[in-house]
């Protein structure tokens, strides 16, 4: 699994998010966001109060005098109307299929899972598990089903699902993952309606290929700000460690590398023969026997400023 730091060093390479933001970025996951795209394969009624508060209603039950009644049927937009912002509705024991409000474009290298947020499911949602497969470029399609005997709306532009990556051990040969961007050769097959525009909307060029998808990333603004913070944190981070204790350190290694070297070189010069014994020992036993080990070692063995 990438940790949050694998993560930033593959963004703009092998991770490509669009659009990009940087509080959704976690420990070792992303949090992804619900779109304006989402579609109910239930059905329901509900009104709402003050163009705020949703309230269902039961089969056969009247909403108050005066209340406009809003119904939803399977494929509808699972997306409120009457309300003064925008919410996901989620009826009582029904699966909602939503697509993400972000672009996702991966390499050959790398896959991915997606997970419920401790938030969602404290709701009574859960995600149907699915994955994010190596070379996929596009809205991702995720389908949330709401155990529960009420409605649930989550605000659009929140966010509802995690993914986390992976590196494969194995690099896919092909370059191009074969599902279509958001999936929505499968939407009519659930019955949803999707409209041209939508469809249109959802499978744009720059969305179903990772050099696409990676330049309308390093065009944001949050991006290259992103990028720029990144830059100053590791610069600070190693002039943490330039001291006069830790500069010692290295020209002590420096200086037993050096004159070992010359130490094997008087050795075989000094031998009856011509001979570069001492010289091969060097490189076999000196090099990768103690040396290597010792400069794996040297993070450790430097301290930082105080």
């Known amino acids: 699994m990438l940790s949050k730091y694998n993560i930033d060093r593959e963004l703009g390479k092998g991770i490509c998010i669009v659009p990009f933001h940087p509080t959704n970025f976690k420990e070792n ?7 304006r795209n989402a579609w ?11 163009r705020e508060t949703i309230v269902p209603l039961k089969p056969g039950e009247n909403a108050p005098k ?3 009644v809003f119904s939803l049927g399977r494929g509808d937009s699972a997306i409120s109307n009457g309300t003064n912002k925008k919410q996901l509705i989620m009826l009582p024991h029904t ?8 672009v996702i474009g991966v390499d050959n290298r790398i896959g991915g899972t997606l997970h419920s947020k401790v938030g969602m499911v404290a709701k009574g949602i859960g995600h149907i598990g699915t994955m994010l497969g190596p070379c996929y470029c596009g809205h991702l399609m995720i389908s949330l089903h709401n155990i529960t005997d009420e409605i649930v709306c989550i605000p659009v532009g ?3 699902v995690s993914l986390a990556f992976y590196y494969l051990d194995h690099p896919v040969e092909t370059k191009q993952n ?7 050769d499968k939407l009519a097959a659930l019955g949803i309606h999707v409209n041209a525009k939508t469809t249109e909307y959802l499978t744009q060029p720059w969305k179903i290929q990772l050099d696409g998808i990676r330049g309308k990333m390093k065009e944001e603004k949050n991006f290259t700000e992103y990028q720029q913070k990144k830059k100053v944190e590791r610069r600070k981070h190693w002039l943490q460690y330039i001291n006069v204790r830790n500069g010692i350190i290295v020209i002590l290694m420096v200086a037993v590398i050096v004159g ?6 008087y050795l075989d010069g000094k031998a009856a023969q011509p001979s570069t014994a001492w010289i091969d020992r060097y490189w076999t036993l000196i ?6 080990p010792l400069i794996l070692k040297l993070p450790s063995l430097f301290k930082k400023n105080d």
């Open 29 to 35: 996951s992303i949090n992804l966001t619900i779109s």
């Open 287 to 292: 090099c990768s026997g103690v040396l290597l």
């Open 66 to 68: 005066g209340m406009q």
């Open 158 to 160: 929140d966010t509802f």
């Open 260 to 265: 070992l070297f010359f130490l094997a070189q």
């Open 178 to 184: 074969s599902n279509i961007s958001g999936h929505v």
């Open 95 to 102: 699966t909602t299929i939503i697509e993400t409000s972000e």
């Open 40 to 50: 109910t394969l239930g059905e329901g009624r509900y009104y709402v109060i003050n």
